[in-house]
Each structure stands twice: as C-alpha cells, then as structure tokens.
C-alpha cells in the first residue's frame, strides 16, 4: 500500500475543521496539548478540540493548557479530564504520554512544540498525531522527531496566510505499507 503527502490549507479555528485529519474512536487515549480556545467566539460557541475530542468517545482524554479560566470552565462542562499547566519541558510531555499509554496527541501549543521534538524516548503506545507547527526550525525538528517515533507523515495542511505555520499529521502504518511524496 502507497501512502501519498495530501496538502492543504486551513482558514477555520473550528476543531472538526481544522484538526479533520486526526480522527479518534473508542479504543483511543488522547493528549490534547493546547485545549483551551482560540477566541472568545469558539469559546461562546463551546467550539474547542475537548468538545471535538470529547464527542468521539475515546478511551482517554488528558487536555493540557496554561489558560486557567477556559481549564476552570472545561472541567465545570466537561468533567475532571484537565490539567493546568504549562509546556515546560520533553520529560513532562513524555511523563503524560506514558503514565496514560497515549495513542493520539493533538498540539497546538505555540511553539512549545520544540518540547516535544526534543524526546529522545521510542514511545511503543503512540499511533497518531496532529501537531501544529511554528516555523521552519520548528516544523523540520517535528518532522524528525515523527520520523524517529516510526510514524509516517501523511498529511501538512498550511495554516491560513501565515507561511511558517503548519498542521503535520502522521501515523503508523501496516508494516507492508510504502510512502509516496506525490511531488
């Protein structure tokens, strides 16, 4: 089986949009790194990745974010799958992805995605991500790291007008299947 590099182009914060590409189902464990809202829009219209996430039914479902009153009012809604915290270093990320056996992350964390490309540690649990990234640096050492965590890239959506900002998506794949570039 040939895997081809779709691209794309993302104009809309709404989740079901611009995280499509990484559904999840009811044997998934989901670290959101970066849940809390964009704007006061998504946030009145309750249009968040754990509404997003939530409503797929996985297994389970950690959101991460440092914004203190959108952590405060996804527990109230949502239940006790939150934590407030800041992304600060690669053993942290590691820490929640082992403790909870993680299969997907979402990360949309504003450059703190670095964090994540620094883990050094092979994680057998992981199957899928969709990470946001913030410059050219950051974009290639998230490319890497996917690489070193035997996924392949599948997908790069383009986030909007701004040319350094994009969604990589990846995945595992059958142990049969070949990636194609399409390029």
Known sequence: MDIK??????????????????????????????????????????????YFYLGQDPAFYLGIDQNESDIALLTKELGDHFLQQSIASPAQICDWITAHSITHIKSDIEGAEENLAAIETLLPSLQAVA?????????????????????????????????DVFIVYAKKLPAKATLTTGF
């Open 131 to 163: 990470i946001e990234t913030h410059g050219d640096a950051t974009h290639r050492k998230i490319c890497d790291w996917i690489s070193r965590q035997c996924m392949t890239i599948y997908r790069i959506d383009q986030q909007g007008d701004c040319p």
């Open 5 to 50: 590099i779709e691209r794309g182009r993302v104009c809309d914060e709404n989740p079901s949009i611009h995280w499509a590409h990484m559904p999840v189902d009811n044997q998934s464990r989901v670290l959101d790194l970066g849940c809390a809202f964009w704007d006061e829009p998504l946030r009145a219209d309750r249009l968040g990745t754990p």
